[in-house]
């Protein structure tokens, strides 16, 4: 003969188990509303290592990009003064224009 485990008071366990189902849904809803899987490190450990890593080296990426930027601009001002201060040279006379010797 089995026997059937009652439990004289369930509102506890029910309690409990509406309560777990209610952060799964605020859970979800976060992850929807904000389209990312990972909201605090407690979500993935790991996964939320490797954001914090990629957040990183993408701030790093934007910095070389101003550099570069910034170099860019100086390179141009540059050879547009080297150009400037050749045509004055070529047109008072006393400089030449240089061709590059033929490649072989």
Known sequence: ?????????????????LEQLQRQQ?????????GSRINQPSDDPAGAAQLAKINDLSSQVVSFQRSISSISGQFSTAEAQVLDAGGKLIASGRGTYFTAPPKA
């Open 1 to 17: 003969m089995s026997s059937i485990r009652v439990n004289p008071y369930p509102m506890p366990d029910l309690l409990a188990a």
């Open 26 to 34: 605020s859970n979800a809803t976060l992850e929807l509303a904000t």
